[in-house]
């Protein structure tokens, strides 16, 4: 692994078409599929993709100002949204988060990133950089990490390197999934999954 596919894999550590008429036959299909989810717009990827009908969009701005307020809100919340900050002052473009209306904790981030192929090699790279770099940090503050899965996708063309680790703090689980992600426009990206509940919701990844 080169230096510059180190420095591209740590950007992400610091946190972690469809067409009608014969078309018809596939919208129900898409619909079918995507029950219980509904599309909603990533701005800096100039489309919609279908989230989870009950999460809605929050404004970055002023989760920036609530942050800064309370500072004992959840850490996790603050290392996403300082990575948004940095992705945006070297993207140019913004990310968009959704957040469970059911319960504030379940979040999905869409972080951009500057363009970078991926190879399937890259999966065990980065889980090495994860687990001997950033949890270590974490578990010398008493977090601990079970690593749930760890995988190469192809999906529409795109590729992403998926993994995804049960978060552990005294009694409290969390579950966090992230998909690093190039599309065949030439765009990279993540989206990370923080969830009270093992969801990982790979379906969005069908609707990019």
């Known amino acids: 692994m080169n230096r510059k596919t180190t420095t591209f894999l740590l950007l992400f550590i610091a946190s ?7 078309n018809n036959v596939k919208k129900v299909k898409t619909e079918e599929y995507f029950k219980g989810y509904s599309l909603q717009p990533i701005n800096f990827l100039n489309k919609k993709v279908y989230v989870p009908s009950n999460y809605t969009k929050v404004n970055l701005n002023e989760l920036g100002e609530m942050l800064r307020q309370n500072p004992e809100l959840n850490s996790l919340d603050k290392l996403y949204y300082k990575m948004a900050v940095e992705a945006e002052r070297e993207t140019k473009k ?8 059911l319960d504030k904790k379940n ?6 990133a500057q363009y970078f192929p991926l190879k399937r090699e890259y999966v065990n790279d980065y889980v ?3 687990e001997t770099n950033f949890f270590k940090q974490q578990e010398a ?3 601990s990490f079970e690593r749930l899965e760890s995988k190469f996708l192809t999906i529409n063309g795109n590729q ?6 049960k978060r552990i703090f005294q009694e409290n689980i969390l579950f966090q999934t992230q998909y690093i992600i190039t599309t065949t426009e030439f765009d990279t990206f993540s989206i990370t999954v923080t969830n009270n509940n093992p969801l990982d919701f790979q379906k969005i990844l069908k609707s990019l």
């Open 16 to 22: 972690f078409y469809f067409s009608c008429d014969y």
């Open 94 to 101: 913004v990310a968009v988060l959704y957040v469970d209306s």
């Open 107 to 112: 979040s999905i981030w869409f972080i951009p």
């Open 128 to 130: 090495h950089l994860l």
């Open 141 to 143: 503050n008493g977090y």
């Open 160 to 165: 992403s390197i998926k993994v995804a680790y």
